[in-house]
């Protein structure tokens, strides 16, 4: 198609908006993406589909709900029959690059992208699924607030050593897609794991701020005064066998806006090497995360639940010469990008689609018109021990859970979600009606034996092949050498002349 834009998504790893100056923050040095934003489209209301790395990147992928595809976890197989904006974009004629996390278990760890340029950070087995028949045992992977407690500067650290090698392979890769003889517009997804915990950042991000500048949490510890569904996540984080002092909270928060600006730094790297590479008059660009970070907000850390710091992300999409400045007020989520990548390759209509997707595409909405305004969430996963279902819709937003009471937040008055209005005479009625919804959208006794089923099913495979040789599923990518640089079964002088870009007339 003759007017295809290339795509390329920069994803950062449990950023919660607010951090950001484009969306309010005033601590958080972020000159690139503030340019991104000044210049583009930025979205003030945008969701993950679930508050969890695995399963938000895999609905994410497929543009539907997680209880869909099976996605409940982060050791939940994403099923290789799904298909994926990778598929569609392929098929539409993209070549499509991965490079970086993007958290897939099982054996395919490619969902229809064409080539993955790193590995994964987290293991692709069956490791890290939760049991929710066992919720009181801690197993070892959990979340710990060693993250918080020990939070500080370093030298160097496993997640620098990952990303670093994420962004320097998908610039390699950028100038490799310009001296190419491939003319087939691109798709790539360039995924970081910063500014997830642990909270620890080299030093020369740690120096960026000042221990007096760091803010501290809006709305303060709430034991004893909280839902269910938090005082779970406490024990899962172990927030009763470490609790972090005032002075562990702001070391906390300073590695973390540390972390952002080296998130920053990369996503200007990248969008430098798009000009110097000459492919960003017709590249549009969106940066997005995962999932928020609680920050010790309500005394909860990192993610797992539907308050706004960890479930709002944000969505800035970047392309001038097509989308002019504007900001989207109407709530969206992640499940909306599938249809909007398919729009945006087939000149502003949409395929038909091989499997019922949940979004919506948003390319009216980056044109000027408005959006859907709703959003719809699940968690299934460890801290939980029956399903929590979200609906955002306009001002308010419900979560229920068939073990828990329920929750009504208007989140335009009510941005810190301090009053639940779920108990308010004023509100029954509308509760009444999200209930009905809700019965009516999910049969959650069925989902919750579902989920069930797959872990038990999961316990077992996965101890199964520990047992004798341990065959792992993690991407190995491969570097040919011998296609590499200079060598003997090309014309040195020809070879040389295709390395240089720009080329010599």
Known sequence: MADQP??????????????????GGRVAQTPNINTLAKEGVVFDSFYCNSPL?????????????PSKIGAYDNAAEFPAQVPTFA??????????SLSGKMHFCGPDQLHGFEERLTTDIYPADFGWTPDWRRFDERPPWYHTMDSAVQAGACTRTNQIDF??????????KLFDIARGKDKRPFFMVVSMTHPHDPYVIPTPYWNRYRDEEIDLPRVGDLAGKEDPHSTRLRHVIGLDLAKPTEANIRAARRAYYGAISYVDDQIGSLVATLAQAQLDRNTVIMVIADHGDMLGERGLWYKMNFYEPACRIPLIVHAPGRFAPRRVTGSASLVDLLPTFAALAHDGTEPEYAAPIDGRSLLPALGGQEVRDEVIGEYLAEGAIAPIVMIRRGRYKFVHCPVDPDQLYDVAADPDERVNLAGQAAHAARVEELRTEVARRWNLSQLNGEVLASQQRRHFVYTSLRQGRFQPWDFQPIRDASRQYIRNDQELNDLEAMARFPRLS
């Open 87 to 96: 598929h569609y974009l392929r098929s539409a004629g993209y070549q499509t």
């Open 163 to 172: 990303d670093d090698d994420t962004v320097c392979a998908a610039r390699q």
């Open 53 to 65: 790395c695995a399963p938000s990147r895999f609905s994410f992928m497929a543009g539907q709900l």
């Open 6 to 23: 290339n795509i390329l998504v920069l994803m950062a790893d449990q950023l919660t908006p607010r951090a950001l100056q484009a969306y």
